[in-house]
């Protein structure tokens, strides 16, 4: 079943995204091809293009570069920078370091839960979201702190996270009506 409103053109520009993601992933495994110890690269690589570690992309590379498929899995479940799910497009880090913690970090986690309705670690309906933890960002000056697409945002309090999704998502939304114009 397909969207009514779906047109031709947004049909065409999918295909065409999907064909430079898959010539993207060929030249990745035409790379690394028969050099040894590449498989952190190449994951490296498919998650850059897709965001994540898909299943389908895994077992072709598994098929392509001739490993197993559970040497790939192991791989991609051992190091904590691989996703084997989709992330949103705002990755939210939450800094549950000691001054973090010391300062209120449960609080602000609680917040940003309910602003976003998931769970630590969730992905939000829309996937405009994700919120993970992150052992220590470094910025213990601004505890308890986050970080989104690289930008630290603290001292906070759970109000001020709260504004800081609203204000991402009203961003979003005039994004969206700029590209709607």
Request: charged fraction near 20%.
């Amino acid at each position: 079943m397909s969207c009514c409103c779906q047109t031709e053109e947004s049909t065409t520009i999918q295909s065409v995204s999907t064909a430079i993601q898959l010539s993207a992933l060929e030249d990745l495994i035409n790379r690394y091809r028969g050099v040894e110890g590449s498989l952190i690269s190449v994951l490296q690589g498919v998650q850059e293009l897709y965001g994540y570690l898909p299943r389908p992309v895994l077992e072709h590379i598994s098929l392509q570069l001739g490993m197993k498929k559970a040497r790939i899995y192991g791989v991609a479940t051992f190091y904590a920078q691989f996703r084997l799910t989709p992330v949103g497009k705002h990755l939210i880090l939450l800094c549950q370091g000691t001054a973090c913690h010391v300062n209120g970090a449960d609080k602000i986690e609680t917040a940003l839960c309910d602003e976003l309705g998931v769970e630590m670690g969730g992905t939000t309906d829309d996937r405009v979201f994700t919120l993970t933890e992150a052992a220590c960002l470094g910025c213990c000056s601004l505890a308890p702190v986050m970080m989104i697409d690289g930008q630290a945002y603290g001292p906070l309090t759970p109000d001020r996270a709260r504004k800081v999704i609203r204000d991402i998502y009203k961003q979003e939304e005039q994004s969206r009506e700029e590209v709607g114009a």
